[in-house]
């Protein structure tokens, strides 16, 4: 008898050795995308910086719903029911379907442009409940003075974005928002895949002055054809994303999905070292990590003048095909 | 295991649409695809102004099999097979979807949500203020979300099931109910053999019609849940909504073999169920050996077409 409560014991504290100590993340996203692989690698990056050990003291169960809402809705629901003690969930629908169903355990969200527009939490900043995160809004009305300042003559801004997106509707009606009181006009460009993005560059494009991209998914995984299509029409594209402007932007002001990426890490590390996703705020990338892109070849190519004022501020600047970083 | 139950009875009501239409009638239809969302978009959008969620639901499915019927005038009146009616009919949905929800993704959230504001106006400023100048007359104020009231708890506890199987099992009995009236029996006498209800004296347009349209109910119907279970809804939501529905349905009649219950109705329930379970395991387990995320459509194809191909090989008789 008291030999099989010992064993009992020994197994007992075994299993629980084995399990205790580690923690486990379930990371969430909708579809297969480089910048939304960023921002996972980034979340590893601030853990591992932190001194957390992948595999040992954290393991991760990374999940990823093809692109399919069905997919992220049982993803949510598996880790709902799983013995995950920390939730990831990167993008708007993957977080839409987590923070539904999972309350008892904090959901930390990422890249998703308009929480409170999709109902994941009540208000920027500290709030009341299991669910923190970080916004990937751009400013988008900063965006729109610098068009203004580097094109003075500038009227028509053309937004080339997927309807489709809720992040890119998001920021177009900020945009239409800021643009009369800089006296702008923004004009739609819309296509829901590569071609309709290209064909929408070819017809819209004579009629602006300057081209404007968000944080599209869709433009960015065309933006080479975009950047070309532009080109031969000599109209500059100004970018939100700087990947985004390294495939064929004039201008990029915006971060790295990587930064994202770190700076929700961090949100987590706070939540691993104890602390409560209501003892945290949901936030935006700050603006110390927006970066300025210039690709000056592009410039001479397009024949316009930048300030030098606004060149010299550039973080990576693109010259005789080299880039350079400052 | 709970929560896969739930998932696989909700697509159930899409697949048992898909049956009707693929199976009972014998009308290829790509619809669902769109009446899908079409259904959960109805239901965020009159949700959210405030409708209870009964009257929303059976508006959203009411408005999806109107996308059905409008398939089936195209085709019927036009003389186009319904497969390309119903893309071009799903195509134009992607747009409809839009416009009734106003936005690509619209939430059904629990609580109520404060005024959306932008980066300026949050962050406060931007590093290229002093070049550019700082907030002038800009203020960006979209209107925070209110809280909507939904049946289901999001609890594993079994209310949401309890409550999904009740509509589950309503609406197959309703269904069989239906198909056992000398209409109903008409209709499946036209997807038999569409000269026999000529003989009758009946314009078989009539049950194209009435048989699409049925099927696109049950699909928005299944949307709609679906919507007010996850929380949101999607202009994405639908993708590939009939491929996984003709599987759930294959599924259940390999299973089932050449038994049949309730007139096959019972077919894609289960077929639904075993399909979500499998998706879930190959979520758990297809990493370790090897599987990509993006392969899971590639699997999905293969799949149908190897079990129609098997079933070829065994007896000459057609299928889809």
Known sequence: MLRKTLTAVVILLIVSVLSFGAVRIGITQIVDHPALNAVFD????????????????????????????????????????????????????????????????????????DPVGAGLIKQMGRNDSNVVGVS?????????????????????????????????????????????????TIVDMTGTNASEMVAAVNSVGPDVDVIYIGTDNTAAASMQAIGAAALRLKKPIVAADINIARQGGLIGFGFDYFQVGVETGKLVVEILKGKKPSELESHLIGPESLLLFINLDLMKELNVSIPQEIIDRANIIVQNGQEVKR | MIAILEQGLLLALAAMGVYIS???????????????????????????????????????????SAAGFITALISTRFKIHTLLASIMVMTGLYSVAIRIMNSPNLPIPRFSTEKVLSYEQIVGKTPLDDILG???????????????????????????????????????????????????????????????????????????LMGLTVANFLVGLSGALFSMYSGFADVNMGAGMVVVCLASVILGEIIFGSREFAYGLFFPVVGAVV?????????????????????????TAMFVVSVIAARRFKKSEVTV
């Open chain 1, 42 to 113: 980034g979340i590893v990056k601030a853990i591992e910086d932190a001194g957390f050990k992948i595999g040992t003291d954290v393991l991760i169960d990374r999940q990823n719903a093809q692109g399919s809402v069905q997919n992220a809705a049982a993803i949510a629901r598996k880790f709902a029911s799983e013995k995950v003690d920390i939730v990831v969930a990167i993008t708007t629908p993957s977080a839409q379907a987590c923070v539904q169903v999972i309350t008892d355990r904090p959901v930390v969200f990422s890249a998703v442009t």
């Open chain 1, 136 to 184: 990937d809004m751009v400013p988008v009305s900063t965006h729109l003075k610098l068009i203004k300042t580097v094109f003075p003559n500038a009227k028509r801004v053309g937004v080339l974005y997927n309807p489709g997106e809720s992040n890119s509707v998001t920021l177009t009606n900020m945009a239409k928002a800021a643009a009369p009181s800089l006296g702008l």
């Open chain 2, 22 to 64: 693929f199976r009972l009638v014998d009308l290829p239809d790509l619809t669902p695809d769109g009446s899908y969302i079409v259904g959960g978009a109805v239901v965020a959008a009159l949700l959210r102004s405030g409708h209870g969620w009964v009257s929303s639901v059976f508006l959203a499915a009411l408005a999806a």
């Open chain 2, 134 to 208: 700082g907030l002038e007359n800009f203020q960006y104020e979209k209107e925070g979300v209110k809280a909507a009231i939904v049946p289901f708890n999001n609890k594993a506890d079994g209310h949401d099931l309890f409550l999904i199987v009740l509509f589950v099992v309503a609406i197959g009995f309703l269904l069989w109910l239906f198909l056992r009236t000398e209409l109903g029996t008409m209709l499946r006498g036209y997807g038999r053999n569409r000269f026999a209800v000529k003989v009758l004296g009946v314009n078989p347009n009539f049950f194209a």
């Open chain 2, 275 to 299: 399909y979500q379970i499998l998706l879930s395991l190959a979520m758990k387990y297809g990493y370790r050996i090897g599987f990509r995320p993006s392969d899971m459509k590639l699997l």
